[in-house]
């Protein structure tokens, strides 16, 4: 447990609770929080964790951007539901990412959990795309994923980013309460 990763942890927990909030600002805390974890991950072996971040750090750009200029009045986008066919395609793209990026790990690194890290990675990054969309779908993703990193991270040894994926999970939970019930408002 490294000060760096208590820090980023603890801008994570804030970013993700000004994103449950609809607060714009949860982006540019986001970003300092992923670049914070591109250094823990390198230093952990975990990749595409690493290379995760990276992408997040230009996703942190395009969530900012929807949220403060995007939508048809360019003010920023609104909570949304994906159709189910949005949804089994990103889903799809996410599938093929996973094996692409697991099969490039597991054959040219020394990854501490290739197959494992490549498909949370491909994953993470479908349901970020849909956060920085606002999609209420983003949020189920998120709570299966942030399981899943909580048993990855335990497995490596990265006790306080467990810790962080664990209250990631009950953030999730809520962000798709309010976010749901937010919808509801906006359709009414």
Not at 78 to 98: D, E, F
Not at 111 to 120: G, I, N, V, Y
Request: glycine share 8%; proline share 3%.
């Amino acid at each position: 447990m490294s000060p760096l990763e208590i820090i980023a942890s603890a801008l994570g927990v804030w970013a993700v609770w000004l994103t449950v909030r609809q607060n714009r600002w949860c982006w540019p805390l986001g970003l300092l929080m992923v670049l914070m974890y591109a250094w823990i991950f390198y230093d952990g072996k975990l990749y595409s964790n690493m290379l995760l971040q990276g992408v997040y750090a230009v996703l942190q750009g395009y969530g900012w951007w929807q949220w403060t200029r995007g939508g048809s009045s360019h003010s920023g986008v609104q909570v949304s539901r994906l159709s189910q066919q949005g949804i089994l395609l990103s889903l799809a793209i996410g599938s093929v990412g996973a094996v692409i990026l697991g099969y490039l790990m597991a054959t040219f690194t020394d990854a501490a959990a290739p197959w494992q890290d490549a498909a949370l990675s491909a994953f993470s990054l479908v349901a970020q795309v849909w956060m920085a969309q606002k999609r209420v779908e983003c949020w189920p993703l998120w709570i299966v994923l942030d399981l899943l990193f909580v048993a990855l991270f335990v497995q490596q040894g990265l006790y306080p980013t467990a810790a962080l994926y664990g209250l990631f999970t009950l953030l999730a939970i809520n962000g798709w309460l309010t976010w749901r019930r937010d919808r509801a408002l906006v359709t009414a």
